[in-house]
């Protein structure tokens, strides 16, 4: 029977790695196969226990300290990962943060450049790095991990984290248009509630609890339910899946 999960022999990309849904998408795709490294920038430590338990687990990985925000260092990370790994067949633009919740009148200059720079130009930075490749080798993968925020508008003072992950879902279908003649699909994924550090940050106890009332599930979903859908479309299951964004939100969002 032809496994479509299978990863052998690829090697895979992912921003973002060191916690959350990026920890759960790097051990997942290495558990089907692929060779990954793992992008990170301040969780030293969490990239590493990622990168133990894929090792433990039998699996091959690097870890990479990268600012996601210069094209300097997501051209190195490219670099260290090729050199370490091989060519990248798979890219997951995972990397980003909301910084912080701001309402309309509290958000400064910095602000709108920090939360753009994190979910925005690290995806387009990443994407530039590895796309000449693929496209050279006609073949490979990129998904870009997008937001509920970038369709309802986000939660309280997420107005700049919203509007950079639904400019990122946009350049999806944009990439998907630009690189699928040349053998490159590009797809995404939009998260609702995870149960992630994110909201150990960035939400209250009231806020989770509202949250959790406005899903049909009646609950917050996981980083490895996110991972699984990432790696499907990571997967010859998806060969034929171009440009779209596809909602983990429980039912929380129905489009």
């Given amino acids: 029977m032809t496994n479509y999960l299978d990863l052998t022999g690829k090697v895979?990309?992912?921003t973002g790695?060191?916690?959350?849904?990026g920890a759960a998408t790097a051990e997942l795709l290495a558990e089907l196969g692929a060779g990954v490294s793992?992008?990170?920038?301040h969780n030293e430590t969490g990239a590493a226990e990622v990168h133990d338990r894929i090792a433990r687990a039998g699996g091959n990985a690097?870890?990479?300290k990268a600012d996601m925000r210069r094209l300097s260092e997501v051209t190195g990370l490219v670099t260290r990962t090729t050199d370490a790994l091989g060519a990248i067949d798979i890219l997951v633009n995972n990397a980003g943060s909301l910084v912080r919740r701001?309402?309309?009148?509290?958000v400064t200059e910095e602000t709108w450049d920090e939360v753009f720079a994190l979910n925005l130009k690290s995806a387009a930075f990443c994407t530039q790095a590895?796309?000449?490749?693929?496209?050279?080798?006609?073949?490979?993968?990129?998904?870009?991990?997008?937001?509920i925020a970038g369709r309802n508008g986000g939660g309280p003072g997420a107005g700049a984290y919203a509007a950079a992950k639904a400019a990122l879902m946009?350049?999806?279908r944009s990439w998907a248009k630009e690189l699928a003649p040349r053998g490159v699909r590009v797809n995404g994924v939009a998260p609702g509630v995870i149960a992630t550090p994110f909201h150990d940050t960035f939400s209250t106890p009231e806020m989770l609890r509202n949250f959790v009332s406005a899903i049909p599930l009646g609950r917050v979903g996981t980083p490895k339910e996110c991972a699984t859908v990432i790696a499907f479309l990571a997967s010859p299951a998806a060969s034929y899946l171009i440009g779209e964004t596809i909602e983990i939100n429980g039912g929380m969002l129905m489009l």
């Fill in 12 to 14: 895979a990309l992912v």
């Fill in 17 to 21: 790695a060191s916690s959350g849904i």
């Fill in 38 to 41: 793992l992008g990170y920038y």
């Fill in 62 to 64: 690097v870890a990479v």
């Fill in 102 to 106: 701001a309402r309309l009148e509290e």
């Fill in 130 to 147: 590895v796309a000449s490749s693929m496209v050279e080798r006609k073949t490979g993968t990129i998904i870009n991990v997008g937001s």
């Fill in 170 to 172: 946009s350049l999806t």
